[in-house]
């Protein structure tokens, strides 16, 4: 199983942008790249998903280098409400492939 | 669209019983997983299915049986309760062919005596 590594927590302010990276260093061939936030008492949310280089969505983007033994999660101008745990999962490549969670992040979003 | 549903949302035991936590989901996704999350840690992947009649261990299947019978459901049974496995409990869903994009059921908090 792709184990990944992220660092425990982050602090960040209203209105900047936030990059998460993650390391996977023992990536597979065909293992994708997800990202997902939880909040307290929740449970996890999809954020954005990716194979190789960049993908875009509505709330995040995400960097993946030609190695792929990295991801960066960018969240643009964050507010308060961005304050979560977000998980890096390598893995789902096939039906059959265990996804597992990492430790997390925990963002602070402070005013 | 009810998405993932599991019940109860909460539920206390004492040592040794037993209990069965329900899951279901209408989106027709073939592949379900139970998840067990400790306070402030990640999540741990008890069993997954990747269809109708097939399941298979995670990381941490002891002490837990699951079946499939139909694509709706997916039941987590906890054979004789222990006070370790105090824990939220959550089941998720995604299709097959894009397991990374799983949607997760609202938890159940289970607790041990």
């Known amino acids: 199983l792709a184990k990944t590594t992220q660092p425990i927590s982050m602090d960040s302010y209203e209105g900047q942008e936030v990059n998460i990276t993650c390391s996977h260093n023992?990536?597979?061939?065909?293992?994708?790249i997800t990202w997902y936030q939880q909040f307290p008492s929740q449970g996890p949310r999809f954020i954005i998903q990716?194979?190789?280089t960049k993908v875009k969505n509505e709330v995040a983007s995400l960097f993946i280098p030609a190695d792929r033994k990295s991801s960066t999660l960018s969240l643009p101008r964050v507010s308060l409400s961005d304050t979560a745990v977000y998980y890096c999962?390598?893995?789902?490549?096939?039906?059959?492939?265990?996804?597992?969670f990492g430790g997390g992040t925990r963002l602070m979003v402070k005013p | 669209n009810a998405g993932v549903t599991q019940t109860p949302k909460f539920q206390v035991l004492k040592t040794g019983q037993s209990m069965t936590l329900q899951c279901a989901q209408d989106?027709?996704?073939?592949?379900m997983s139970w998840y067990r999350q400790d306070p402030g840690m990640g999540l741990r992947l008890i069993h997954y299915?990747?269809?109708?009649?097939?399941?298979d261990q995670g990381e941490v299947p002891n002490g837990y049986n699951v079946s499939r019978s139909t694509t709706e459901d997916f039941p987590l049974r906890l054979l004789s309760a222990a006070p370790s496995q105090t824990s939220v409990y959550f089941c998720?869903?995604?299709?097959?062919?894009?397991?990374?994009?799983?949607?997760f059921g609202p938890g159940t908090r289970l607790t041990v005596t």
């Open positions: 990716g194979y190789k």
């Open positions: 998720a869903s995604s299709y097959s062919d894009r397991l990374g994009e799983q949607y």
């Open positions: 023992n990536i597979a061939t065909n293992d994708y």
């Open positions: 999962l390598v893995g789902g490549g096939n039906a059959g492939n265990m996804l597992t």
């Open positions: 299915s990747v269809g109708a009649g097939i399941t």
């Open positions: 989106m027709n996704h073939e592949y």
